[in-house]
């Protein structure tokens, strides 16, 4: 039996850093999963589809963070603030992705939060203009 997976070496994340990050996309899904209330109708099968949807997203947005974060000086506090963002990340995607609400509904709230610590690492990045005297 063949495989069709392939499996690439990219220890430095070159590959992963050139695609952009279709943020539009992962935002209007998480919105949709958080607004769920009750019972959603959906299947498990389906749940965990998005569950999977997200937590990819989820992994992409915190390697982002990382690159971001690494860009900054090691003792500045939007970059101690990431690593703390990322360690729960890191805890929350640890466990696999089941099919559930609560699962899917988790991934979008750690979308949001890596999102919201890519913001402000985003700015406290950007260099600040010259004041003129």
């Known amino acids: 039996m063949s495989s069709t997976h392939l499996a690439l ?13 279709d943020r539009g996309t992962h935002e209007r899904l998480a919105t949709a999963v958080l607004g769920w ?7 498990p099968a389906d749940l965990h589809q998005i569950a999977l949807q997200l ?4 992994r992409a947005v915190a390697a ?7 860009q900054l000086p090691a003792d500045h506090a939007a970059r101690a603030h990431a ?9 929350c995607l640890s466990a696999a992705p089941d099919g559930t609400a609560r699962c899917a509904q988790g991934r ?26």
């Not at 209330?37 to 299947?43: K, M, S, V, W």
């Not at 982002?64 to 690494?70: E, F, I």
């Not at 979008?108 to 260099?127: H, K, Q, S």
């Open 83 to 91: 690593d703390v963002v990322l360690d729960e990340a890191s805890r």
């Open 9 to 21: 070496h990219d220890p430095e994340g070159l590959l992963e850093s050139e695609l952009p990050l």
């Open 64 to 70: 982002d963070v990382r690159r971001t974060a690494d």
């Open 55 to 58: 937590t990819g997203a989820a």
């Open 108 to 133: 979008a709230r750690l979308i949001r939060a890596l999102y919201e610590r890519l913001d402000r690492l985003t700015e406290a990045a950007a260099p600040r203009p010259a004041k003129t005297l």
């Open 37 to 43: 209330t009750g019972e959603t109708g959906l299947q």
